[in-house]
């Protein structure tokens, strides 16, 4: 059964306004003019020179940056090792530590900021790295034991069993047969996490104190005034969310997809 | 077996940090609102008996239902039509529906500022086709938190729609037809029904995502739209009334939970 004419019409519509800001604020990032007019009188890198020329911005950058690599890593070393744990241990409980795990990814973020926020103030760890690192890697690891998880399945046990019995100790047998298998997962978990952490605002602005991450500026300009500037930065995360698609497309390529296995195909 | 035992040993690390920096400050949290600074329901009387609180609070389930109608209305359509494509279409235009979904809300919800802004698009397009004489206020009112957070949700409503409609069974509808029912029969008859369990999740789910929005109501919403999420982030940061907040958190974790509680019971019929 074929959809009609004005299902398509509608259907096209959405996504159209489902896509359209992106398009608009990639051109608008190149526009000469400082107000938001479209289409733009003309062409210039002005937004990207007023971005990469404030040290503000700079230190944003590189603070979100460190930020982003320090917590996904963490998340990806904790969450595989208890993905691993979850699927292949047979021990009471499991099914609660799992939705454990999961739930930063279902409570609502600004429940967790107001309690991250409460926690840390009451052990003095509000402001400090510590406590921004340990919040990004609680909300970014959900992200790793479900992507992880889901490769751990999918590898035959019978394959580890084999070397076990091979004589590979455990730590062989994780580290030189099941890891290798599975390296894809891994890193499309690691850019999952990496991208969760980048992108974070709602936490980072109750937590980090000082720290300023390049959301929470771009969050805390936003709430005072309409800058250009913000189309540069914007167009800057586009274009790094779309080479995390990218990369994730092709890492998965071979294995039917990331897009195969959201859509449970 | 040999090769199981002492597995569980590789949760722990990942156990050990999420009850410290997750479990314990939820739970501190929660108690907070009932034992700061000793025993105490004053906290919950006083978010009882101020108006304003409760006016926040049907506000923001007043823009989630609308949020999960529009949604539904908009996307159910959208997710009907990439089922009739062709398989290397659908790729394309599920890649577009994805899209957004990576890419941060905050650039998101920023970009409507421009699209709707008085000197957005939207409006130089109205004013130039002679539609009317001033801007249209798109923003910083319910209008503009309503289309951006519409904007974030939609993906989440549907992509798991399409995937449950794929699996929806071509012959059931060809029987139809065969039996003689008109294209609107097999489509109310046959299709929605068997869609609903799915498209019913969805919009739970919306719901729930709308119910904790934050960064979209503070930037589109301008201050006038005062959702939950932002009177916390008023009670934390600028009063501050701390076991208000936690009050208040508590009944949004709570309606969270059981919409979510709501939602698994429908998804799981749904598969």
Known sequence: MRPGLGVAAVALATLVFLVLPIVIVVIMSFSSAASLQFPPPGFSLRWYHSFFGDPRWVRALTTSTLLAFASSIIALVLGSAAAYGIVRGRFPGRGLIDSNFMAPLILPTIVIAVALYLFLAKVGLLGTAAGLVASHVVLSVPFVVLVVGVAIRSFDERIEQVAFTLGASRRQTVLRVLLPNILPSLASAWILALIASFDEVIVTLFVAGTYQTVPKRMFNELVLEVNPTITAIATILIGLSVLAIGAIGLITARRGGLLGTMLGR | ?271
């Not at chain 2, 077996?1 to 999420?18: E, F, H, N, S, T």
């Not at chain 2, 006016?55 to 009907?80: D, E, K």
């Not at chain 2, 999740?201 to 930037?219: D, E, H, M, N, S």
């Open chain 2, 1 to 271: 077996m040999r090769l199981r035992a002492g597995v569980a040993i590789y949760v722990v690390p990942l156990l050990v940090l999420m009850l410290v920096a997750f479990d314990v400050p939820i739970v501190l949290m929660l108690a907070q609102s009932v034992l700061s600074p000793h025993p105490t329901v004053a906290h919950w009387a006083e978010l009882a008996d101020s108006p304003i609180y409760l006016r926040v609070l049907g506000n923001t389930f007043q823009v989630a239902t609308i949020t999960a109608v529009v949604c539904g209305l908009i996307g159910y359509p959208l997710a009907y039509w990439m089922r009739g494509l062709r398989p290397g279409m659908q790729l394309v235009v599920v890649t577009l529906v994805l899209l957004p979904f990576w890419i941060s809300i905050l650039v998101r919800t920023y970009a409507w500022i421009v699209v709707l802004g008085n000197n957005g698009i939207v409006n130089r397009s109205l004013m130039g086709l002679g539609f009317t004489d001033r801007p249209v206020a798109f923003l910083y009112n319910q209008l503009g938190v309503t289309i951006g957070t519409t904007n974030v949700l939609l993906p989440f409503l549907v992509l798991p729609l399409f995937a449950a409609m794929l699996k929806i069974d071509e012959r059931l509808l060809q029987a139809a037809a065969t039996l003689g029912a008109p294209r609107r029969a097999i489509f109310w008859r046959v299709f929605f029904p068997l869609s609903l369990p799915a498209f019913a999740a969805g919009l739970v789910l919306v719901f729930i995502l709308t119910l904790g929005f934050y960064v979209t109501p503070a930037i589109l919403g301008g201050g006038r739209v005062p959702m939950i999420a932002n009177m916390l982030d008023v009670l934390i940061n600028t009063l501050p009334r701390w076991e208000l907040a936690a009050a208040i958190s508590t009944v949004l974790l709570a309606a969270t939970l059981a919409l979510y509680a709501v939602y698994r019971t429908i998804a799981a019929r749904a598969a």
